[in-house]
């Protein structure tokens, strides 16, 4: 299983970037997705995940800002993040809690490498 995430680059303050994650591999079922965001030197936080049980939930910093959505016929899902702000500097990263069709599997965490996000004037 593999995670590709894509979208990243420099935008203005004000600005909008979508961000893209791609599934493929021998996937048999995703129960959870989400994407996180890891500044050097600081710790990988939560910005948005979504699941059939707990919904789809935000970090406060971008609540109103950023939405999350998803193809499941695809195995991609995305965020649409709007009003960029300085602070939203990071690298993205989008993971997901996936069951592959290898005999004797269960369920594991995956992550992308990472998607570069610059905000700057």
């Known amino acids: 299983v593999q995670l590709q995430a894509s979208g990243g680059g420099v935008v203005q303050p004000g600005g909008s970037l979508r961000l893209s994650c791609a599934a493929s591999g021998s996937i048999f079922s995703i129960s959870s997705f989400g994407w996180y965001r890891q500044v050097p030197g600081s710790q990988r936080e939560l910005v948005a995940t979504s699941s059939s049980s707990h919904g789809t939930r935000y970090a406060e910093s971008v609540k109103g800002r950023f939405t999350f959505s998803r193809d499941d016929s695809k195995n991609m899902w995305f965020l649409q993040m709007n009003n960029l702000k300085p602070e939203d500097t990071a690298v993205y990263y989008c993971?997901?809690?996936?069951?592959?069709?290898?005999?004797?599997?269960?369920?594991?965490?995956?992550w992308g490498q990472g998607t570069l996000v610059t905000v700057s004037s």
């Open positions: 993971n997901a809690d996936v069951m592959s069709t290898l005999p004797g599997s269960t369920w594991k965490y995956y």
